[in-house]
């Protein structure tokens, strides 16, 4: 029996000491992948030194041509200007502005100087000189907590417990901000002014918008109609409240406590109304901005500048481009060959 305790703690000490054995491998198998890791790296930039020093020469060539050819081309071409417009569409026809920006520079792509001529309104020497026209959206923080305010006002009570701000933000997409920037860069920097009038046109004719737009009038002036009738009707019960409460006060004092309670119930009345009358006039300011913002079907809340800035930078520069461009084909030729030298060579194996 005395040996039994001396049995239990060679049992315990057995199995910690398999344990830390145990602990002590699963260190070591993870410190051994981390390793792993870096020795492949490692591995794979020195095969990619080796790839550079054995191809020095026709890389290093690629470099100096393109650098060259840059600069010349730099030298030669004619500069490019970038103009930008913002704007703020009105009654869903952001998506129409899209579109027809898309076509435009699609027909500037294509160098289709007649079809843009006539899309635009200029010249075709002037559309020629278009290079790119796009269009991109931008909004804050703030916008984007003011139109999701908008967006939760109009749903019911059960929808918008299962809409957060972070699902918002995850299907908000370009279409859904208020402000977009319409961009044109050409060799003209006075063409964008004059292409202006014809890109907001295009959206001002279409007869959808033109219909949203006068139901939305029609609309505005029927709600400014009541707000107003509603003020005259308050301005009328306080004339007689006011009445009312002269002709009490003219009256002999018959009770203390009665007079005092109908008194006060009076003015409570009127306070109401004016009150009611406040939040009235704060309806119609409110009316009058949205009647202000929606004058128009699209927005214009910068103007194209009377000339364009010239595009500028290292990235705008055929100095940089070109040397890129070569050094990426050249670097993807040799790739090639190398993969086919090895493919020989594990065939003949």
Request: hydrophobic share 45%; net charge negative.
């Amino acid at each position: 029996m005395a040996d039994q305790p001396v049995q239990q703690n060679n049992s315990d000490e057995i199995d910690l000491g398999q344990l830390f054995q145990v602990i002590g491998r699963g260190f070591q198998k993870f410190f051994n992948f981390i390793a792993s890791i870096f020795k492949g790296v490692f591995h794979l930039i020195m095969l990619f030194l080796l790839f550079v020093q054995k191809n020095i020469i026709v890389i290093g060539a690629a470099l100096i041509i393109g650098g060259v050819g840059g600069f010349i081309l730099d030298t030669v071409l004619p500069e490019k200007y970038i103009s930008r417009m913002v704007v703020e569409p009105n009654f869903n026809s952001v998506q129409q502005l899209y579109n027809n920006i898309a076509f435009y520079n699609d027909l500037a792509e294509a160098q289709d100087s007649v079809a843009l001529a006539t899309a635009l309104n200029i010249t075709e020497h002037e559309a020629a000189s278009i290079k790119e026209i796009f269009t991109d959206s931008y909004s804050d923080e703030n916008q984007k907590i003011k139109l999701f305010d908008q967006f939760i006002r109009g749903l019911d009570t059960t929808t918008v417990k299962a809409i957060d701000y972070a699902n918002y933000l995850e299907n908000f997409n370009s279409m859904d901000a208020r402000f977009h920037q319409i961009s044109l860069i050409s060799t003209d920097n006075r063409v964008a002014k004059k292409a202006q009038p014809a890109i907001i046109n295009s959206i001002s004719v279409n007869e959808y918008f033109k219909l949203q737009k006068r139901i939305n009038d029609e609309n505005l002036d029927l709600q400014e109609e009541i707000y107003r009738n509603q003020l005259a009707e308050i301005d009328s019960l306080q004339s007689l409240y006011r009445t009312v409460m002269v002709k009490e006060a003219d009256k002999p004092m018959q009770g203390t406590n009665i007079n005092l309670a109908e008194t006060g119930e009076s003015r409570g009345r009127e306070l109401a109304l004016v009150q009611e009358k406040d939040v009235l006039k704060e309806k119609l300011v409110e009316l009058n901005e949205e009647r202000a913002n929606k004058s128009t079907i699209i927005n214009v809340i910068s103007d194209f500048p009377t000339r364009g800035v010239e595009q500028k930078g290292i990235l705008n520069s055929y100095k940089f481009k070109l040397p890129l461009l070569l050094l990426i084909l050249a670097v993807g030729i040799l790739a090639l060959l190398e993969l086919n030298r090895y493919l020989k060579m594990y065939n003949q194996k």
